[in-house]
C-alpha cells in the first residue's frame, strides 16, 4: 500500500490548459515536497509545504498542503511543452525523519 | 560547484550475479541516501548513510548493502541479483539535519537479465 498517492497516473494536455495534480495519505506529514523529474535524470526539488493551509506560488506552479497536512495539490497555469515531466510528492512519514517516502508520480505530457 | 555524481550510468548483469554502484556527493554533504525507483514508480527509501554508518533503512532485503567513506563518497552493493533488481537507482545527498534538502544525482540505470 501506497503511503502517499498521486493522481492522475497519467495527463496528456494541450499547450495553455490548466491542470491539477492531487497527492492523498491518510497521515499526517511533518512537510510535504514536490519534485519533477526528466527522462534520464534524478528528481528535482519544487517546493516544500510545511504549514497546513499553506500556498506556495512558482511562476505558473501553485502549491497547496491541506490544512490537516495529508494530503497536496501542484496546480499548473497555462501549461507548456517545457512542463512535461514526472511529478512526484514525497515526505517524510512520522517516525521516519530521515526517510523519504515518494507517491508513484504523474506523468505529464504537454503538447505543442 | 559539482552536483551529485553517480556511476556508471548504465549497467547490465545477469542473475545472480553481484553490483557496486557508486556515488559522489554535492561539495560540502555529509550524509547521502540510496533510492530504487522502478519504471513507472517513485523511488523507494533503500537506506542512508552518516558518518561512515547505516543510518536508517528502508524495506529492502539484506542483499542490499552499503558503504560510505571518509570523504562522504557511497557504494551500492547488490548481491545475487534478482530480475526484479532491475531499476534506476538514485543516490541523493544532503546536510546531516533531517529537514536538509536532498539533491539527487542522474541514477544508474540497472537491467537484470
Known amino acids: 500500500t501506497q503511503l502517499l498517492e498521486q493522481s492522475p497516473q497519467f495527463l496528456s494536455i494541450q499547450e495553455g490548459e490548466n491542470l491539477t495534480v492531487y497527492c492523498n495519505s491518510s497521515?499526517?506529514?511533518?512537510?510535504l515536497q514536490w519534485y519533477r523529474q526528466e527522462p534520464g535524470e534524478g528528481p528535482v526539488l519544487l517546493v516544500t509545504v510545511v504549514t497546513g493551509g499553506e500556498v506556495k506560488k512558482l511562476k505558473r506552479l501553485t502549491f497547496q498542503f491541506g490544512d490537516a497536512r495529508k494530503d497536496s495539490s501542484l496546480h499548473i497555469t497555462a501549461a507548456q511543452p517545457g512542463d512535461t515531466g514526472l511529478y512526484l510528492c514525497a515526505g517524510h512519514p512520522s517516525g521516519s525523519a530521515r526517510q523519504l517516502t515518494f507517491g508513484s508520480g504523474t506523468q505529464l505530457t504537454v503538447l505543442p | 560547484d559539482a552536483g551529485v555524481t553517480q556511476s556508471p550510468t548504465h549497467l547490465i548483469k545477469t542473475r545472480g550475479q553481484q553490483v557496486t554502484l557508486r556515488c559522489s556527493p554535492k561539495s560540502g554533504h555529509d550524509t547521502v541516501s540510496w533510492y530504487q525507483q522502478a519504471l513507472g514508480q517513485g523511488p523507494q527509501f533503500i537506506f542512508q548513510?552518516?558518518?561512515?554508518?547505516?543510518?536508517q533503512r528502508g524495506n529492502f532485503p539484506d542483499r542490499f548493502s552499503g558503504h560510505q567513506f571518509p570523504n562522504y563518497s557511497s557504494e551500492l552493493n547488490v548481491n545475487a541479483l534478482l530480475l526484479g533488481d532491475s531499476a534506476l537507482y538514485l543516490c541523493a545527498s544532503s546536510f546531516s539535519n533531517p529537514s536538509s534538502t536532498q539533491y539527487f544525482g542522474p541514477g544508474t540505470r540497472l537491467t537484470v537479465l
Open positions: 497521515s499526517v506529514f511533518s512537510s
Open positions: 548513510y552518516y558518518e561512515e554508518e547505516e543510518r
